[in-house]
């Protein structure tokens, strides 16, 4: 397989010029586990400066490769987003997508067959200067690799509410797609897989009455004709599939709300499900909390297939796309 890759030194970063020019030679190598010494400031760290952007390639029936062309453009942006709460350099918007599009045409052949899986993209951003203190990093990477996936989350979706440990709090970093927000809930989610739950499901820090996210997706409850989001104020990631999610589920009709959903709220929907890159759309089974479990709708009539059917359908080509979500990669 190849990624590609781009190392930069932020201290001749001052003028947007100079910039452009160090990220404008990125190099197709073949992959390599990247050496990572001992005084590096990337994701092995406590003092955690990586960000990461995903996105998925699929073959359509006949035999292209397809990838969202809105959502390569709102993932360089969020990547910019982030890299500048990070305190970090990042490739210009055009820079991200020639580097995604190598990357993909670079690993064609890995491609899963039609209806098989994707090939899993990971744009990455992280800082690899040689630092003892704790400070922004001296010298950045930015690199892109893919990887050949199947089906995520194969079997039921039953998730636990945390309500001691909060994934976000409000000015923090939960708005953005960088690894700081991950490995503080690594305990608890381990914890809450040994008891048989797929997920947990994040409160609010403030009122620790407001559902937030799963660790690693979005939720959405649905009661009647009317679709609930939580609003996205900085301690939720605004994903790039609930945002398809949305337009969809408006066309479909569906009046689509982002609000405060407190707790007891969705233990009277009809229907909950998770949006993600790489889980697409999956229906809630269960959720529990405090000990109280709540089961939901599942099967191929619910609102969260036909949105599944719907998105890859349109990522695979099988469904027009009428809002310009896709492009050709050859």
């Not at 991950?182 to 609010?204: H, M, N, R």
Request: contains cysteine; positive net charge; charged residues 20%.
């Amino acid at each position: 397989m190849f990624m590609f890759s781009r190392s930069i030194c932020c201290a001749k970063l001052n003028q947007l010029s100079t910039f452009e020019t160090l990220f404008s030679n990125l190099k197709l190598r073949p992959y390599a586990t990247p050496l990572i010494g001992p005084l590096q400031t990337c994701e092995s760290r406590i003092y955690s400066r990586e960000k990461a952007e995903y996105a998925n390639v699929n073959w359509d029936e006949l035999g292209f490769a397809l990838t969202k062309t809105d959502y390569m453009y709102v993932m360089a942006l969020r990547m910019k987003i982030g890299a500048d709460r990070m305190c970090m350099p990042s490739p210009t918007v055009d820079q991200f997508i020639d580097a995604v599009k190598k990357t993909v045409l670079a690993n064609k052949r890995w491609v899963p067959p039609y209806g098989r899986g994707s090939l899993y993209v990971r744009p990455l951003l992280m800082g690899t200067g040689r630092n003892l203190g704790v400070k922004p990093s001296s010298d950045y990477t930015f690199l892109v690799y893919a990887s050949p996936v199947g089906n995520y989350h194969k079997g039921d979706l039953n998730l636990m509410v945390e309500d001691y440990v909060h994934r976000a709090i409000p000015g923090g970093t939960g708005g953005i797609k960088a690894v700081t927000n991950y490995s503080p809930v690594y305990k608890p989610l381990t914890e809450a897989k040994a008891k048989g739950f797929s997920d947990l499901l994040f409160l609010d820090a403030l009122t620790g009455s407001n559902i937030e996210e799963g660790s690693a997706c979005n939720i959405f409850i649905l009661k009647g004709n009317v679709i609930s989001t939580p609003t996205t104020h900085g301690t939720i990631l605004p994903g790039i599939t609930r945002k398809s999610i949305m337009e969809i589920a408006s066309d479909f009709g569906y009046q689509v709300e982002e609000r405060a959903i407190q707790i007891k709220e969705v233990f009277d929907a009809e229907e909950v499900f998770c949006t993600g890159t790489a889980m697409v759309v999956k229906s809630v089974a269960s959720i529990t909390y405090q000990g109280k479990r709540i089961g939901y709708k599942l099967g191929a009539e619910t609102l969260a297939q036909k949105l599944h059917a719907t998105l890859t359908g349109i990522q695979t080509g099988l469904i027009e796309d009428k809002l310009g979500w896709t492009t050709l990669i050859d």
